[in-house]
């Protein structure tokens, strides 16, 4: 198990001001972080590359597609716009040395058309990652895809529809990951989900039902740690929360009161709980 803290809990980009960040979580711990990459040009993530390297810290990747890059879109400029996105991401991660990027860049997030998605939305989705996944391969990077819970999308919402997409992209860059918080509110059992996805499992984010500090919540962890353990997963554990330091990102996580008291008592105590239970 490699572990990571997802760096949204502080920023949605980072800068030279979070570098004293990266030097408690290490301190802590952590044996990575998880940047989000929603803007930039790959030449302006180097000295964050500079810094990884001098505080000792690998790193992952999240990234998001807009209505402006949907990549289910009707419109094949729209769906163009999603694969230079995706492919300058891909730059940005080989820039940071990344080894996994994740989140849901299947569709739009926060976009709904009033119904389930369509074999056509899959399709054009699917195309487009693969397109995208061909260039992660040249630049030796995994792409694991997320689903999300039915509020925050419609395109990608259970283990099953994700392990689909998986196949229907048919790429071995191309991979799905797994969250607990969308599975508690998802799927029926998380260890079934858990095995549903292990074959093509690339990358799990450990959050809490209400998001705040892992362990002090209703997820049942119990069984999902078993069954990770039962599929032999060994990869990128990283713990993910939110709260309301950054508005935007509270107003699109529905953050609208404070979760834990304070990010270090998430990563700290986030940490513990996750080391002690991990593996049992």
């Not at 529905?254 to 080391?275: C, H, Q």
Request: proline share 5%; hydrophobic share 40%; net charge negative.
């Amino acid at each position: 198990m490699k572990t990571g803290m997802n760096l949204l809990l502080w920023t949605g980009g980072v800068t030279a001001e979070h570098f004293p960040l990266l030097g408690k979580l290490k301190a802590a711990g952590f044996d990575g972080v998880e940047l989000p990459v929603f803007g930039g040009t790959p030449a302006e993530y180097k000295p964050i590359r500079a810094e990884l390297d001098k505080q000792g810290l690998k790193c992952t990747t999240v990234t998001i597609l807009t209505k402006e890059t949907n990549a289910v879109s009707p419109d094949a400029a729209v769906r163009r716009k999603a694969v230079e996105w995706l492919k300058t991401v891909v730059e940005i991660n080989h820039v940071l040395g990344s080894e996994t990027l994740c989140g849901p860049y299947h569709s739009a997030i926060g976009e709904f058309s009033g119904t389930g998605p369509t074999a056509d939305e899959l399709k054009r989705s699917a195309d487009v990652l693969r397109e995208v996944a061909e260039a992660a391969k040249a630049a030796n990077l995994m792409m694991a895809i997320e689903y999300l819970n039915r509020f925050e999308c419609y395109v990608l919402t259970t283990a099953a529809q994700a392990v689909a997409l998986v196949k229907a992209v048919g790429h071995p860059n191309f991979r799905t990951m797994y969250d607990t918080f969308h599975a508690h509110i998802e799927e029926k059992d998380q260890a079934a989900a858990i095995r549903t996805v292990a074959p093509v499992l690339a990358h799990v984010h450990i959050s809490e039902n209400d998001r705040g500090t892992p362990g002090t919540g209703q997820v049942n962890w119990d069984s999902a740690f078993k069954a990770f353990k039962e599929v032999g997963y060994d990869g990128w554990v990283t713990i993910e929360a939110f709260g309301r330091a950054l508005p935007d990102l509270a107003a699109a996580t529905k953050v609208w009161r404070d979760l834990f008291p304070s990010p270090e008592d998430v990563y700290t105590n986030g940490l513990a709980f996750l080391k002690s239970r991990w593996g049992r």
